[in-house]
Structures are given as C-alpha cells and as structure tokens.
C-alpha cells in the first residue's frame, strides 16, 4: 500500500479541546496534555479526521468539492505527517 | 487584627518564637525567623495584612535561621525552610526581606495547582482586571505601582492568579518589588509613596520594596474580571505603542508566563482561554512612563470591546 493510500484517524479516542480566534486554532489533547497551535489547514484536517478515517485523496477531494480556498493544501501528505509526529493523528494502514 | 497593630518590638519577639501567622491573598502564611534586620521592614511592608485566628492553619511555614558554623558570625547568612524543606542555598542575613519576597513566591508557584498562575503584575479599576505578563526588567512592577498612583488597585504585583471554575483573578497584593532605577522613578512620582529600606546588592541589583495601599490588602478577598491583558517592554529612549495583537499570539504569551499551566491540564488551558477570550489584547512598547499610564488609563476608559479599534487608531497614530 503506497503512502497516499493510508487511512488517517485521530490518534487518541479521548476528546480534543478547541478554541479558535480568526483563522487560528488552539487544540488541547486530553491524552496528551498538550496544547497545539493549528493555521486553518491543519485545523480543517483534523476536525474531518475526528469525524471519520480519511485518505490524503479523500481530504483533498472533500476540501477541493467544498470550493474552499484553502492555502498549503498542495502540502497535505507533509501536514498528515507532522500531525502524526505532535500525536494528534495516526495511520490505520501502516 | 493586622499585624501593624503590633509594635515593631512585639513582632520581633513572635517572628522568634511561635511566628507570625497572616493572611495574605488566598493563602495563609507562618513565618518564623530570628534575623534582627527582617523584623522591622515586615512590620512595615505587611502592616496592613490581617493576622490569623487561632483556628485558622497555615498553609506555608517558612523558617528563617542561622546555619550552624563560621557562618552564623562571619559574613553572617540565614537559611530558609518551608517545613522541613530547604530549597535555596544560604543567603546574606543583610537580605533578609527581599529573600522573603523571592522564597515567598517560590513557595506559590511550586506549591499551587488549585489555581492558574502567570507570571504578571496585575491591577483593577472599575472592576476590570488589567493583566501585565511580563519577564523581569520589563517594566511591569514601574507600571503596577505608577498605575496604583492613579487609582489603580493593586491585585498583585508577581502572579495573577485565575480560578480554575470562574477565570477571575483573585489578589494577592503583596508589597511592589521596585529595582534599580525604578525606585527613584516611584519616588519622584510619588513623594509619599510608602516604601521600605532599599537593599544595594541583591542579585537582582539595588532592590526596595512598596508597601501596598490599606484599601488593596483590605479589599484582598475581592476577585476581578480580567477585562486587558498587555505584554509591557520598556526600552529606554523609545517612545510609547500600545497595539492590539491577536488573540491567538496573546495565549502563546501568555502561555509562555505560566508557572503550571501544563501541569493543570485541561483546567489551564480551559482557564487560561477563558482569559484572553475576555480580554483586549495588546503589547505596549515604552519608554516614557507618563505616557504609558496615560494609554493604560485610556483603555480603562472604554468598555473593553470598543479597545480594540481605539488603539489601532491610536497605534496608528503614534507609529
């Protein structure tokens, strides 16, 4: 399985935290008792992914359909790894 | 009863023996200590704070001796004690106050999770709590007590410390810890400004002490809103910028500021969110302390929510 077949889901079953002001995201992780600071991208991602597992092709679709001007989306496998490294999501498929 | 209802002679013959037992802010000290030069200056910085009934306890026992040894005569040094905990390396028995003021906050923010403590001068005016986090020789302490000059009630000139439950700020208005030039400052500003003995070489330089005013020690039991949060920066020589920042840099600021946020979990970030939500954010660059009261003294003066676009165009202005 390629790396852009993976399915990606939040990483805990524990709830996060979030509080936005603008386009800037605040999201504490209860598992962790971590804070994170998320520009809109990142913040998007992961609230799809606290919804449902997704692929890099499923959130590019879902947020190219929504006809959202979304800045660094070409950067979206990068951002799914970096996600994946503060502990907020993780692979099903590894 | 407040401690300033004991002569000087009597609170030296209690720090001796049994201590002395206050209520300062939320907490409830005791403190023991046989250094002859501490007694009269707390008489004087804590002549206001009420002393404890006999049923009350105290949270923090601090002891102050002399260390066994050459010591205990020679370039003569005190320990000091929370309990049986001893956390600092002997220090100079001339220094006694400002080493209480310094042992005094570590016991807080190494001991205090049942609250969110930043690291801030903080001030109240119409019920509206003026948060001031800030990093030593920031100015924040020139400008609490310049702000306590005009008016201000003093809440706390070292941490704001927020309710976990509600986000207000609850004081603890301890005596203002003034540095270098900034006594002189305070003095000129205030010629009755009612300030203790100065100590020359503290590791933080010259070092002295303003008493808090009766009405703040009084009033200690009443929380504030926080209603501005201002990161202040003197840099001397420059002139003075109040901006708004946005929320989402004032948490990380403030963030950064926090003694134990991390170790609250989601009751700090719950509280300290609470915090800037409710606040207008600004960072406030100055050089003349006139003319940063004055912009302080203007952001009181509206509601908080119309701060926001005052100040920009007063930024704007200015810059």
Known sequence: MGNDERRWTVASPSPLRWRSWDDEFLVFNTASGETHHLNLIAATVLQRLEQDPATVADLMGEIRSASVDMPGLEQLPALLETLDELGLITPIDP | ?319
């Open chain 2, 1 to 319: 009863m407040k401690l300033g209802d004991l002569t000087a002679q009597e609170v030296a013959a209690e720090l001796t023996g049994a201590g002395i037992r206050l209520r300062v802010g939320p907490f409830n000290i005791r403190v023991q200590n046989v250094i002859e030069k501490f007694a009269p200056a707390f008489h004087f910085l804590y002549g206001d704070f009420p002393m404890l009934r006999d049923d009350e306890a105290a949270q923090f026992r601090i002891r102050r001796r002399y260390p066994v040894g050459v010591r205990r005569w020679w370039r003569q040094q005190v320990l000091f004690f929370l309990d049986d905990t001893r956390p600092f390396e002997p220090f100079p028995a001339t220094l006694a106050m400002p080493f209480f003021e310094w042992g005094f906050n570590w016991c807080v923010y190494d001991h205090v999770n049942e609250f969110l403590l930043i690291h801030a001068a903080v001030v109240e005016k119409n019920g509206g709590g003026l948060i001031m986090p800030a990093a030593p020789g920031s100015g924040k302490s020139t400008l609490c007590a310049g702000l306590i000059h005009r008016g201000w009630r003093l809440l706390s000139d070292e941490f704001a410390i927020i309710g976990k439950t509600d986000g207000r700020i609850i004081p603890i208005p301890r005596p203002i810890g003034l540095k270098e030039q900034s006594i002189e400052v305070i003095r000129n500003l205030d010629s009755s400004a009612r300030i203790g003995p100065v100590f020359a070489d503290t590791r933080k330089g010259k070092v002295a002490h303003l008493r808090p005013t009766r009405e703040a020690v009084e009033k200690a039991q009443e929380t504030a809103m926080p209603a501005w949060l201002v990161f202040p920066k003197f840099e001397s020589g420059a002139g003075m910028r109040l901006a708004p920042i946005d929320k989402t840099a004032a948490f990380v600021e403030a963030w950064d500021s926090c003694f134990n946020y991390k170790l609250l979990g989601e009751d700090g970030f719950n509280a300290l969110t609470s915090v800037v939500e409710r606040c207008g954010c600004f960072r406030l660059n100055f050089g003349d302390m006139s003319a940063a009261l004055d912009a302080l003294e203007d952001l009181a003066s509206l509601p908080p929510r119309a701060n926001a676009g005052m100040i920009a165009q007063a930024a704007s202005d200015v810059g």
